[in-house]
């Protein structure tokens, strides 16, 4: 399960440098903080709740649930099952699952284009977007010659790299399908190279091009966010191990673009299969490798969570007396 929170860590990094668009960053780095605080009070298993929540509702769904009560909760919980039993045969298998995450994934990423694309509508020409439009709406008009705002002609730079990459058809113009990769490029093989070079940008403070182990470790904790001696929590000494004996594969004390590649882009991994494989496993109580609407109700907090007590039923008991 590691891995897998490196991606998201990681992604977290790159759309948490995409200033340019506020909103989903908070979000994604209030999930990054919950998911460290997890990781540092013990918890000894990086996948957090919140983020199963994510990938089985969908980012702007899961919200929805926190305010329910465990009822409304498996009562809302029941009707999706039945859509994800697409045969409605009373199992949802693996494929079952699978094909619904990725389904969660695209909408997300289809409804989040389609709230940005709005705010450019007045400039866009034959449903097209250019560079200058995108800077002014993002960053305001003259953003880019104010002095004393390095960090903002940064970020300007970077976003026209992205750009770049993300024009399919090089006519400096992005159509919606080309800025949906400008926006999500973790879900393009093609922008992946964008993301690797973020990535690198965003950890590496002294500027040689690479991740060494305490620039890999600051990115990850500071002491003085910590309260207390100071001292490394434990989860951070592991992160140690793992930048040692895996993520530096040539040992050189290093990781260079290839190295990062791989820890932030796994060739063989599966995001939408692994997140399957976790939900049956910490579900199938009948260990017959499918869900059953009876399983996956009774584990309801593992897919979408709700108020830790039934507040609107205790209030009802209530009345009555
Ligand atoms: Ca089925
Ligand atoms: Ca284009
Ligand atoms: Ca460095
Ligand atoms: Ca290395």
């Excluded at 929170?5 to 909103?23: D, E, G, M, R």
């Excluded at 697409?86 to 909408?107: A, C, H, N, P, S």
């Excluded at 989860?235 to 673009?257: L, V």
């Excluded at 309801?300 to 709700?306: A, I, Q, T």
């Amino acid at each position: 399960m590691k891995t897998y929170c490196h991606i998201i860590f990681s992604f977290l990094i790159v759309s948490a440098t995409f200033s340019a668009i506020p909103k989903p960053h908070r979000e994604l780095n209030k999930i990054l903080e919950k998911k460290l605080s997890d990781i540092d009070h013990g918890a000894g298993e990086l996948h957090n709740s919140e983020f199963d929540h994510e990938a089985f509702l969908g980012r702007n769904e899961a919200k929805d649930f926190e305010n329910l009560s465990p009822t409304e909760s498996k009562e809302k919980l029941g009707k999706i099952y039945d859509k994800i039993d697409k045969d409605g045969d009373g199992f949802v298998t693996e494929r079952e699952l699978r094909t619904w995450i990725q389904y969660v994934q695209t909408r997300y990423t289809s409804t989040d284009t389609d709230n940005h694309w709005k705010d450019f509508k007045n400039d866009l020409q034959d449903n097209l977007l250019n560079f200058e439009s995108y800077k002014r709406i993002t960053y305001g008009p003259g953003s880019e010659t104010e002095e004393d705002d390095e960090s903002v002609k940064n970020l300007i730079k970077r976003d026209e790299r992205r750009w770049n990459k993300a024009d399919l058809n090089n006519d400096s113009l992005l159509s919606r399908e080309e800025f949906v990769y400008f926006l999500h490029p973790e879900d393009a093989e093609y922008m992946r190279d964008v993301v690797v070079d973020e990535t690198i940008e965003d950890i590496d403070r002294n500027g040689d091009g690479k991740i060494d182990i305490e620039e890999f470790i600051r990115d990850l904790w500071r002491e003085e966010d910590e309260e207390g001696d100071g001292s490394e929590p434990s989860w951070i000494k592991e992160e140690r191990d793992q930048f040692i004996n895996y993520r530096d594969k040539n040992k050189d004390g290093f990781m260079d673009r290839d190295e990062v590649k791989d820890w932030i882009i796994p060739e063989d991994y599966d995001h939408s299969d692994s997140e399957a494989k976790h939900l049956i496993q910490e579900a199938d109580i009948s260990k017959d490798g499918k869900l059953t609407k009876d399983e996956v109700l009774e584990k309801y907090d593992l897919f979408v969570g709700s108020q830790a007590t039934d507040f609107g039923e205790a209030l009802g008991r209530h009345d009555e007396f």
